[in-house]
């Protein structure tokens, strides 16, 4: 957003991160340490002293919960003595979508106090204590995708997006596993004060401002390089790491030391997509990264990942995401 059309500064806002035993500890840590770096940012920015969000984290009970990795945390209040709340992240972990008593008391405490909050979030299978409130019904969600199956059949009144980073849809925004918590939190600081404190948090954390792709990336492909010894186990991050270069189906064959025809179809038994389709889907997403990050020119961001003309470039954009990428830029740079 450009700087002459930042929001206005406003009051301060209540987030409040919901806890319980077995927790997934970064689903809180991440997301609260996102707020807490925008409001010293944004402190120094107005030199006021005032910061710009208050997080609380809500418990059961005041009493200590400990994540499923042993971090114990003690919640700042419990969830009856909540004050008004701007936003409620709800994190996942085994605690919430394994222990019914857990799920049934965050969902009805959700369900009662969901009017008088502006943003209701989930993070990963947080969506598992969203989902039975009735709040995301009709609503497209996604969750992490690994559960994104059981979800969709568990509750077939949501329109489940198995490959999405975070979506918002209303006052609802839920996002993928784990880390994806940092992005949601970051979509919503740029939400509240603009993409150029929301770029100053991301690069507090030393993450992209909008990671490009979506969840396939890190759930397919990484699954079968992990598991796999295959020739092909180390080509997709070797083809992340040179989008500028010939990534012809000859020149990944001789890669993978098989022949183009063997290697198109054990391509695409592994990937589900062409070797051409899986190139081009990296190209794009991350130029439109560097779109939004970086003052290259459009034809500059093209090359620079691998397309031959601009008008190639212009046309696979606008293929895949329906904009141009001038319009792209306008829209969603951070400078």
Known sequence: M???????IEAQKTIGILGYDD??????????DAFSIASTHLAS???????????????????I?????GIAIRPHRALEAAPTLDTVIIPGGKGLRLNAATNARIAHWLGARARHIRRVASVCTGIYALAPTGLADGRRVTTHWRFASEIAQRF?????????????????????????????????IEEDHGS?????????????????GGQEQYSEPLRFQMKSSDRLSDLAPWIAAHLHQDLSVETL???????????????????RVTPGEFVEDLRLGEARRRLSASGVSIEGVGESVGFTSADSFRRAFERRFGVAPSIYRGRFSAT
């Open 2 to 8: 450009p700087a002459q059309h930042r929001p206005a």
């Open 23 to 32: 927790v997934q500890a970064l689903d809180i840590v991440g997301s609260a």
């Open 45 to 63: 920015e107005r030199n006021d002293a005032a910061p710009a969000y208050k997080v609380l984290v809500l418990g059961p009970s005041r009493r």
């Open 65 to 69: 919960f400990v994540a499923t990795s």
């Open 156 to 188: 077939p009144k949501l329109r489940v997006d198995p490959n999405a980073l975070f979506i918002k849809d209303g006052q609802i925004y839920t996002s993928a596993g784990v880390t994806a918590g940092i992005d949601l939190a970051l979509a919503l």
């Open 196 to 212: 150029h404190v929301a770029l100053a948090v991301a690069r507090d954390l030393v993450v992209y401002l909008k990671r490009p």
């Open 253 to 271: 064959a001789a890669k993978a030391c098989l022949s183009p025809r063997h290697f198109t179809r054990r391509f695409k038994r592994t990937f």
